[in-house]
């Protein structure tokens, strides 16, 4: 029904593992970003920092992003569609999730984007049930024009 890739951003924000705490400070501040994937040093995907993660109050500004990577890494698999990306936030204290190919990230998936479904899931819901309705009235409209009661039938 869904394609992840419809939802998902494909364009996250990356740091390498070996930039500063300060300069994701920086740029989650001025971005207004929610998560920034942090990548290896051939490209591997090795964690997804939130401004969370950059809030302790032991953590130097200059310090580098692997040095305080803890959490787990929550990962789907692109073709694993949106109901896995969706048990996987449901499941995780992430507020998105990375999509990855192999070990390849290729965008991220985050609570907003099932927030648009849920929206776009409802108004689909609403026009089926008016068109339902439409259908129900029009025929009782059209029985009674006939002289026709439901008891006939």
Same mark, same amino acid.
């Given at each position: 029904?869904?394609? @992840?890739?419809?939802?998902?951003?494909?364009?996250?924000?990356? %740091?390498?593992?070996?930039?500063?705490?300060?300069?994701?400070?920086? /740029?989650?501040?001025?971005?207004?970003?929610?998560? @920034?994937?942090? !990548?290896?040093?051939?490209?591997?995907? /090795?964690?997804? %920092?939130s401004p969370r993660d950059l809030l302790g109050a032991d953590i130097s500004d200059q310090q580098t992003l692997l040095s305080i990577t803890g959490n787990p890494l929550v990962t789907v698999a692109k073709e694993a569609?949106?109901?896995?990306?969706?048990?996987? !936030?449901?499941?995780?204290?992430?507020?998105?999730?990375?999509?990855? @190919?192999?070990?390849?990230?290729?965008?991220?998936?985050?609570?907003?984007?099932?927030?648009? @479904?849920?929206?776009?899931?409802?108004?689909? !819901?609403?026009?089926?049930?008016?068109?339902?309705?439409?259908?129900?009235? !029009?025929?009782?409209? /059209?029985?009674?024009?006939?002289?026709?009661?439901?008891?006939?039938?």
């Open positions: 029904m869904y394609d @992840i890739a419809e939802y998902m951003n494909e364009t996250p924000q990356t %740091l390498a593992a070996d930039d500063t705490v300060a300069k994701a400070r920086q /740029l989650m501040a001025t971005r207004a970003l929610d998560v @920034i994937a942090v !990548l290896g040093e051939h490209g591997e995907l /090795l964690a997804m %920092l569609g949106l109901q896995a990306a969706a048990a996987c !936030l449901r499941d995780s204290s992430q507020s998105s999730v990375a999509v990855v @190919i192999g070990q390849t990230l290729v965008g991220t998936i985050d609570e907003g984007c099932f927030v648009d @479904i849920a929206i776009e899931l409802m108004a689909q !819901l609403q026009s089926k049930q008016s068109e339902d309705l439409d259908t129900e009235e !029009l025929d009782r409209r /059209l029985d009674e024009a006939m002289g026709l009661d439901s008891d006939d039938f």
